[in-house]
């Protein structure tokens, strides 16, 4: 189990840490955040990338409100990256999702914070992510949070 690197210090919520019996819930919220940005996937194709790539040494994390401690507002999935250059291993961000009502509260900016804790604490260098090139809002804070872009990744619609 993977406790979190600090206190989660955001008044009115607090972090539950997730574990292998939350995979069909993260599914869920993998599921709500492609489709919030116009992507329809298939709950298998999102299923077998959670039942792939959650392994002990990551975290997940939830974001509860303080006062109704089972309503979950965020989370945030952590996994590992090779860089292709160096081949050294980094954090990266698999997913990072609040709740549209609870936005701009500082969640994603804490659980980012909570992120590159946990990433430097573990020796990594870099801390990475991918974002929808559409999603804006989401740009903004990454790059107000000091991440730069270093890749696009492009694809072409074959059928």
Request: proline share 4%; charged share 15%; with cysteine.
């Amino acid at each position: 189990m993977t406790f979190p690197p600090s206190p989660f210090d955001l008044e009115g919520y607090h972090l539950q840490v997730g574990n292998h019996r939350d995979r069909d819930r993260l599914v869920q919220w993998m599921a709500l955040a492609y489709d919030e940005q116009g992507y329809d996937c298939r709950l298998e194709a999102l299923t077998q990338t959670v039942y792939t790539h959650f392994v002990d040494d990551v975290p997940l994390w939830w974001v509860a409100l303080a006062a109704a401690p089972t309503t979950t507002v965020a989370c945030l999935w952590l996994g590992n990256a090779i860089n292709p250059h160096q081949g050294d291993r980094y954090g990266c961000i698999l997913l990072l999702y609040v709740t549209p009502e609870h936005r701009r509260r500082g969640i994603a900016t804490a659980l980012l914070q909570q992120a590159q804790q946990w990433a430097t604490g573990r020796g990594d260098e870099r801390l990475g992510l991918q974002v929808f090139a559409h999603n804006a809002a989401a740009q903004a804070l990454y790059r107000k949070l000091g991440y730069n872009t270093t890749a696009l990744w492009m694809t072409q619609a074959l059928r």
